[in-house]
């Protein structure tokens, strides 16, 4: 009886939580305390919080927590899978069917009109930031950190994520030496 409380009440978790984690956290309570009873309105507050501590999705780690308390490491389990069944199962189905419409001729113009609406949006944000950049570093730092991005992407190959990790560091240096010379400059002139 456990694992048929625990199936349809993670299976409804599942299905009617919309919008991540911390908006589900009621449907959870609700299930845990008003319906089945599992614990009172104190434990699942204090269980919810020593949950949010923890890395990783809280309604995950909630569904285990349940699947636990009641049956333990297998109700852990067959609690987060009924959880993750019905995005899984849209998932599948959403996919499906994309795969199935991709090689429509409407869909393929669709994306064709599209396609210059997304280009410019794309290029407008790489002017704002281009912008910004040029303000903040001034047209010679400005027009160099594009150069190396430049480079560092398409010479080099390298991968975006290591390129916005690098410029990242270098821009936390960067404003510590300016705040500096600055100081110096300050102190010099006066």
């Known amino acids: 009886m456990a694992y ?18 911390p908006s589900v956290m009621p449907l959870f309570r609700h299930e845990a305390v008003n319906t089945y009873k599992w614990m009172s309105h104190d434990d699942f507050g204090e269980t919810l919080a020593i949950a ?9 780690k909630m569904s285990a927590y349940l699947g636990y308390q009641q049956k333990g490491w297998f109700g852990a389990v067959w609690a987060t899978l009924w959880h993750i069944l ?3 199962l849209a998932m ?16 393929a113009g669709m994306i064709g009109a599209v396609t210059p609406v997304i280009a410019v949006l794309l290029g407008q944000m790489a002017y704002d930031f281009g912008k910004k950049a040029v303000q903040g ?31 990242i560091i270098y821009g936390l240096f960067h404003y510590r030496l300016v705040d500096k010379w600055r100081r110096r400059q300050k102190g010099e002139s006066e």
């Open 137 to 167: 570093f001034g047209w010679v730092m400005g027009i160099g950190t594009f150069i190396l991005a430049f480079v560092l992407l398409q010479g080099f190959n390298l991968h975006p994520g290591f390129v916005i990790i690098g410029f």
């Open 4 to 21: 048929k409380q625990l199936a349809l009440a993670m299976l409804r978790t599942g299905i009617f939580g919309f919008g991540g984690g």
């Open 52 to 60: 949010n501590t923890l890395p990783g999705p809280i309604a995950t």
């Open 86 to 88: 019905p995005t899984s």
């Open 92 to 107: 599948i189905l959403l996919f499906s069917v994309v795969d199935l419409i991709s090689g429509s001729a409407v869909i």
